[in-house]
């Protein structure tokens, strides 16, 4: 069984641009969520998806969103991006035992 | 609000000692669950081992062991004669259910360095 998988690995923006992470998660996992992970902060919680439904969001400003897909796939978006937001971006998905997270490699975001 | 405290910011040892990662939570749920993940250089986070606030029940896999205690609040976990191999950040999370889904609250991780 794959794993998750996150695209792109690495992404360097500019101060004011906007991004698109996306993850696929392991095939049959309809609940996909999403971390950022900042040597200052530590890992924090932005949202979690369930069958298309944003049923949880963290404590995060409205420019990060996400959304999934009927297939389960899911993209976050960040706009007009700062400094700040450069972060390792984690999304991991889980399946019937909902408490129980499988996590993928990451996306590095670094932001200019 | 839930807190999960890894004290030990960076840990080195000796290939073939033993180290023990503190894990302190707190939390006014009575259900919940807590998790130990292991970060290597490549990013993922590796689910290593789950208990529920109902298992008091200690664990040993292999090299690994964990000691949860309700009582204390904690759920230290003991690596046995360790590896060059066991070398990277791990962390401990407290996981609760709400509004239908689980969150996770994170320590803020220990690196663990192992040298040969």
């Known amino acids: 069984k794959a794993g998750v998988t996150q695209t792109p690995r690495y992404l360097i923006k500019t101060r004011g641009q906007q991004v698109t992470l996306s993850c696929s998660p392991i095939?049959?996992?309809?609940?996909v969520s999403w971390y950022q992970q900042t040597p200052g902060q530590g890992l924090q919680f932005l949202f979690e998806?369930?069958?298309?439904?944003?049923?949880n969001k963290g404590n995060f400003p409205g420019r990060f969103s996400g959304r999934q897909f009927s297939n389960s796939r899911s993209e976050m978006n960040v706009s007009t991006l700062e400094l700040g937001d450069s972060a390792l971006y984690l999304c991991?998905?889980?399946?019937?035992?909902?408490?129980?997270?499988?996590f993928g490699s990451g996306t590095q975001l670094s932001v200019l | 609000a839930q807190k999960v405290t890894q004290a030990q910011t960076e840990i080195s040892v000796v290939e073939k000692e033993d180290v023990t990662l503190d894990c302190v939570y707190e939390?006014?749920?009575?259900?919940?669950?807590l998790f130990w993940y292991k970060q290597p250089p490549s990013g993922e986070l590796v689910f290593l081992i789950r208990?529920?606030?109902?298992?008091?029940q200690n664990e040993i896999s292999g090299r690994y062991s964990w000691n949860f205690q309700k009582s204390t609040s904690s759920f230290n976990f003991t690596i046995t004669a360790s590896q060059v191999v066991d070398s990277a950040v791990y962390f401990c999370?407290?996981?609760?259910?709400?509004?239908?889904?689980?969150?996770?609250?994170f320590g803020r991780g220990t690196s663990l360095i192992v040298h040969p």
């Open positions: 991991a998905s889980a399946g019937r035992t909902m408490e129980k997270l499988f």
């Open positions: 095939s049959g996992h309809r609940s």
């Open positions: 998806y369930f069958s298309e439904t944003q049923r």
């Open positions: 939390t006014r749920d009575t259900t919940y669950y």
């Open positions: 208990r529920n606030s109902f298992d008091e």
């Open positions: 999370a407290l996981i609760r259910l709400s509004g239908g889904s689980y969150i996770p609250t």
